[in-house]
Structure formats: structure tokens, C-alpha cells
């Protein structure tokens, strides 16, 4: 029964062969990690490794597969916490999904928080309820400020009867302290094929014939999708004003005016990207990448998004 749990588990994930042979391995010969880092490229299936492998390490034999995999993707088993970026706001946090909800104007990208942190804290000081350990996966680990990542260091130290599960884009992108505590799991972008699969598989198939889509994704269904989600959610006009390059001071305030009013933070880090792309295939102008890199990092550093555009649109006019 076991055998065909391992053996199954890991069927919704795509082009990863490496991870999935490190992980049944594990499982298989009880050599289990107190910590595990999965690192690759966002939208690659991470995330979803992390629900394989949870419902490998939740599994409990007098316990149906069927109804574990389920409560697992409705995320109410009492042996697994998944922690998300949050925002802050009014003293509460929200996932990206309730701050949309809410209808708030993001001003900067969400963080993992300690307060979050010293709540994994408590949810491993009780022991497992119904699995033969805890799970715990931090989506976006690289998201944690240094307080943060210091205090799931204590954690990792002592992980007590549980396995954390870090997702984050690269070794680099944590402190050498996490990264030491944890098994490296690597993931890579697929190829094409793969990600025709997967594409197709979540009724996507349509992002196929948007090659400038596929070329930001790089391999990656997940960043494909949100992508094409966040080209249909910027207006045409805006869209279509802000892949030409002002033709003067004034013209560059109003475009930054306008961007600053219709879009979120996170969908101006998502317009550089894409300016970025085209305006390479259109001019394969250095200058005008590099003004935009410059805007991302000061988007990130949460520099007031509407001087920052005027300041890089301004640029471009003399380029």
C-alpha cells in the first residue's frame, strides 16, 4: 500500500524527474530531512511538488489516500501549515488573494513576516494530531527579511518531530545559514513540450500562440499563465502607450501619471518585464534595459511608484 502511495504520488507533476527521484527516494528508504529547499524558477511546479511530497509525508494508512489529497489542496489538515507572503494592513495580514479581495492598492510586494515565523514556532510546539510528523512549506521563502529568516533558523535548529519545506527561486536568494540547513532540491524550467502539456492539461492552451507570453516565461507554465492574466488586466490604451517611448518630458509625466494611478505595484514590476522584452526585440537598446532594471529595484525598495516612472520615463526621451 505504501509503495503505490509513493508511486503515485507525484503523477500531476510534470518535467521534474530529479526532484521527484531525490523525494520518493527518501520516503523510501525512511531517510527523511528535517528541512528541504525546493529551488527553481517560480511557476515551475514547486508548489505543487510540495503537496506531492506533503501527502507522502501526511499519509497515514487507516486514513483514506483519496480524502487526505483533498483536504491537502483545501489546505484544513491539522498536520500541515502553508505559509504565504502577507500583506499588512490595519494591524491584520492578508494573502495576495484577500488583499485583492479587499480591493487594496498594493504598494509593495508581499513579505513572509515574523509573526508568521513565530507561528510555526507554535504550530510545531504541539505535536503531530494525525500524521506520523508535521509539514510545514514556505512558499516564497525568499521573501523573509533577515529578522524573519533569523528566527526560522532557531526552527530549522530543532525542528522537533516535522519537515519544513522551503520554495524559493535559488541558493542565493537565502541567507547561507537557511540554505545549510536544508537538502537542496533542484527544478528547472521545462522544456517545450512540457510546458505545451501542462498549458493544455489547465485549459490554457491559448497562451501557446502568444509567443511574447512565452518568452517572459521562459520555460515556465506558472509564469506563463500570470502573465497572460496580468497583459489581459492592463489596459489596451496603456498598454499600447507604454511600449512606445515618450516623445517628450511632458508626454513621459502624463504615461507616468497614468501608471501609477491604473496599476498596482506588482503589475508595474510586471510591465518592466515586459517593456523590458520588447523593447530588446523591437531596439536591443542596453540603455532603456538598464533604466528599467533601475525602476524595478526602486519599485522593490518601495521608492514612491509614481516619481519613480516619471524619473525613468524621462530618461528614455534622451535615448
Not at 52 to 66: D, G, I, R, V, Y
Not at 80 to 95: A, D, I, N, R
Not at 161 to 179: E, K
Amino acid at each position: 500500500m505504501v509503495n503505490a502511495v509513493v508511486s503515485s504520488a507525484f503523477t500531476p507533476l510534470i518535467g521534474q524527474a530529479p526532484a521527484v527521484e531525490l523525494l520518493t527516494r527518501a520516503v523510501v528508504q525512511n531517510r527523511i530531512a528535517p528541512a528541504y529547499l525546493f529551488a527553481g524558477s517560480q511557476g515551475v511546479g514547486r508548489s505543487l511538488a510540495a503537496r506531492c511530497f506533503a501527502e507522502l509525508l501526511l499519509f497515514n494508512p487507516q486514513k483514506s489516500t483519496a480524502s487526505l489529497r483533498h483536504r491537502i489542496q483545501q489546505g484544513n489538515h491539522p498536520d500541515l501549515l502553508w505559509v504565504e507572503p502577507t500583506y499588512l494592513h490595519q494591524g491584520k495580514l492578508l494573502s495576495p488573494a484577500e488583499a485583492a479581495e479587499a480591493g487594496l492598492k498594493r504598494k509593495s510586494p508581499p513579505v513572509i513576516r515574523l509573526e508568521q515565523v513565530r507561528q510555526i514556532a507554535q504550530f510545531l510546539g504541539r505535536p503531530p494530531l494525525e500524521a506520523p510528523r508535521s509539514v510545514v512549506v514556505l512558499n516564497q521563502a525568499e521573501t523573509m527579511a533577515e529578522a524573519a529568516a533569523n528566527g526560522l533558523l532557531k526552527t530549522l535548529e530543532e525542528p522537533g518531530q516535522a519537515t519544513l519545506i522551503l520554495l524559493a527561486p535559488s541558493i542565493d536568494a537565502l541567507l547561507p545559514t537557511l540554505v545549510s540547513r536544508c537538502q537542496r532540491i533542484p527544478f528547472y524550467r521545462l522544456s517545450e513540450e512540457n510546458l505545451t502539456q501542462v498549458l493544455t492539461q489547465a485549459g490554457q492552451a491559448e497562451i501557446l500562440q502568444q509567443p511574447q507570453v512565452l518568452t517572459i516565461a521562459q520555460g515556465s507554465p506558472g509564469e506563463a499563465i500570470a502573465s497572460w492574466q496580468q497583459l489581459q488586466a492592463i489596459p489596451s490604451e496603456l498598454l499600447d502607450a507604454a511600449t512606445q517611448i515618450p516623445r517628450s518630458v511632458r508626454a513621459a509625466l502624463e504615461l507616468a501619471r497614468q501608471i501609477d494611478k491604473t496599476l498596482d505595484t506588482e503589475t508595474q514590476l510586471w510591465l518592466i518585464t515586459y517593456l523590458q522584452h520588447r523593447y530588446w526585440q523591437a531596439q536591443a537598446k542596453p540603455g532603456l534595459l538598464q533604466q528599467l532594471e533601475t525602476a524595478r529595484r526602486h519599485l522593490l525598495n518601495s521608492v514612491q511608484p509614481r516619481l519613480v516612472w516619471e524619473v525613468t520615463l524621462m530618461a528614455m526621451v534622451d535615448l
